[in-house]
């Protein structure tokens, strides 16, 4: 198709889904009224169950269900990056030899203060999760906080101590152990949420620093130029020859 | 607890897979899936044999109707018969793949499993936002398998594609759920649907929601003109994946339309829009299959005609057609898991899948010739497979509603898919090699070709297409009582709401009806016609070096499925306004 | 108007569209996919939103009937649960998005060779 008869076609659709949208939305309660039935009901359960954080107790509780296929739908993006991600990583690794990623040419200063926030964000991270029944936060906030925090070695230009602070086998491990775990324990007995918030912060921490694991490999090995042994670059050098 | 165990088996397998797979030895991997898969089949075995009295429902972490909250999972006897039909197939596709994937890493078992879980899920979720979560777990894990050669160009377009077009249905999806709540404040399908009930014909809100969540499963259930990634994914994504994908993951958005406008819009919106794309997907995919010489790419096509017809069936929403709706479905998933896997069997042998390069090459193969055959004919309508049952038992149900132009549609569907299948079939396992080296670009998916097919990789295709060909023996009797539990909403709301059982009259179907025979037997005749006459158009355009009589009408069609994702997308805009106005004015 | 943020949801996710279809990189695609999807975001918390309300958190506060009232904690869940899936399917696209650009040279959908053969 011409891009000029794509525009048309799409011109027409759109504007029939425009109307179609517009028509519907003025049949919604007006916006920022008092019509929540559902939402009325789940603040009495959770206030029921004691959960303070009535969001956390639909998340963890009332609709736990949703939540394991979210955990699953992690667990399978972490999984298939790994596929989708691979064949070129071998390849360029297959050309070359040894991939060596020295310290890359970074101010001090930058240095210094990535390895400074570290523990800071890993507290941050902990405090976020453990009080996601209580506050606003949990699993899914702090699992991502705390799978970015290791990530801040990388801004550093430290790229070993990232490799050596992730090893990916356990990560994997855990990741769908815990995933295993939260399904469990969700489609058995909802409503652990403190247990639930941790299991899915070990899920979502592990899932995002494999997917980023696979893109920096790519990154690293496609973008870098061929110096063998040597260091500089901005990530590291790739050992493409 | 059957219910949960039904999603837990494979998930907890899956994660064991995951976890130890690198460590694990490749035939414990092979034996835990089988045996995740095997256990999810007998799971819902049982439980289509307790639904068959009673709707089973589970709610979930101990919330109930009185709460107000929480979701439950719900098990009808069609529910679970898919559910049952889904670890059929992927058993299938795991016992092929013992040996098919020489290099395969456990990533493939974890996310098969993983894929089952889903669609189980789908299709036991009673809750909209649950079976959209459901859908996008079904989706990702199927990119990851689309994907999975990722070495191969055409792989990751086609997976690319399949992920952005129904990531997009999937959000109109969602748009539709929120405003299905924002409406009535309830995301249950039981709920929602009481809610509902007393919405006048035409409201626009509720016409709006119905619209954009079908259009997500329509896009699945590759409708025309959500169906051009169908066919892009489909031919590059490994064969036991293809197997799942055209055997259950399309008929899943057959499911989830007839499911939620049964129970949450069956009284204040028609259907008609529905029947009109799933005719129009039927012709176009029939022409489009007739047209392929790529064996995988025509199955794909072949699918969506298929399918459009399945979409037509539960369009029209009475007890008959769906009885002959699930008729037609379980003998598609099993002729259709056959051919892709007899398909698997030739690209693993002979590295391609040209119908030209491959002509007199499948005569050593005389069991994967045998498949082929097989689930041609079951494709083409042969009693008594389940195409020939469902097709005479719809026919006769939709007889009342003035649908005359199914009987047709359904003939020449029939005819023209089969007879693309058999002219394969024809070629590859009774034609005379050309000589001359193959050459397709595609890999042989074990690393080096097997000389000899391993029985695991021939057993199970023959046995989908005994299978096939059996499944319109299916006792009639259940199976118009659970279709008219299905058509029924209050079967179904009342279960979930008020815990009480609420069965609904069924009407006696007649698959063997004499017509319905007479029927067959044509269809059949008009499909070996088909081939015949194609075979010899195969030839005409092998022989010329550029394809003249190719003409013009079948250009603009190639043209049409260009591969351009931007074309994609207007035309999924395009048919959500299509949609509309054809539920709006139906 | 009292529908504008409603509206406002369905501008994100037509112009979300729109990228997509004029598109000539499949990255941007992707991003515009996410752009679309922000759109449901927006729908959700509109529909969950109530004049005068606070965030449904009691732990230093007292509940609703004595308290003021509170925002809809189930469109806040779902929508927590739709990011995640937003960022999960953006993340694999990129994957193959990646990919397509080692394999074909090029992330123009309009360069791509068509699969239809």
Known sequence: MSPRARLLLFAAGAAGCAALYTLAVLGLPGFGGPFHPYADRAVRQALEQGTANAVASVTFDQRAFDTVGEELILLAAAVSALVLLRASGREETAAGDTAAHGPADVPDALRATGRLLLPPTLVVGVYVVAHGHLSPGGGFQGGVILGTAVHLLYLAGDYPALLRLRPLPLFEAVEALAAAAFVGVALAAAGLIPLLNTLVAAEVGCALVLLIAQFFTQALLVHEPAEPGGTGGTGGTGGRT | MILQLILAVPVMTAALTAAAGRRLPRPAVDAAALAAAVTVAALAALTLARAADRTRVAWLGGWGPATGVGIPLVADPLAAALALTAALLTAAALVYSWRYFAEVHAIFHTLMLLLLAAMCGFVLAGDLFTQFMFFELTGVVALGLTGYRSEEPDTVHGAVNFGLIVSLGAYLTLTGVALVYGRTGQLGLAAAGRALAGAPPGDALVTAAFVLICTGYLVKAAAFPFHFWLADAHAVAPTPVCVLFSGVMVELGVYGVARVHTVVFGGPVPLGGVAVLGAAAALLGAVMCVLQTQVKRLLAYSTISQSGLLLVGVAAASPGAVAGTAYALAGHAAAKGALFLAAGALLNRHGTLDEHDLRGRGRAMPVVGATFLLGGLALAGLPPGGQAAGHTVTEHAVRGLGWWWYLPLSVAVSALTAGAVLRVWAGVFRGTPAGGPPGDPHEPETGTGLRHAPWTMVAPGIVLAAAALLTGLLPAAPLDRAAARFTDPRAYTAPVLDGRAADAAAHPSHPWAASGLVVSAVTVALAVLVAAAARRRVRRRAAQAAPRTAGRITRPLHAAHSGHIGDYAAWLTAGAALLALLTWTA | ?117
């Open chain 3, 1 to 117: 108007m009292s529908h504008l943020p409603h509206l406002t949801a369905g501008y994100i996710m037509l112009i979300g569209l729109y990228g997509i279809v004029t598109s000539r990189d499949l990255v941007h695609a992707v991003v515009c996919l996410s752009v679309s999807q922000s759109g449901t975001y927006v729908l959700l918390l509109a529909i969950g939103y109530r004049h005068g309300a606070t965030a449904p958190v009691f732990s230093d506060r007292p509940p609703p009937t004595a308290g003021r009232p509170v925002t809809d904690p189930v469109v806040q869940a779902m929508t927590l649960t739709d990011i995640v899936v937003g960022a999960v399917v953006t993340a694999l696209l990129l994957a193959l998005a990646v990919q397509i650009a080692h394999r074909r040279g090029t992330l123009d959908p309009g360069e791509l060779r068509s699969l239809e053969p």
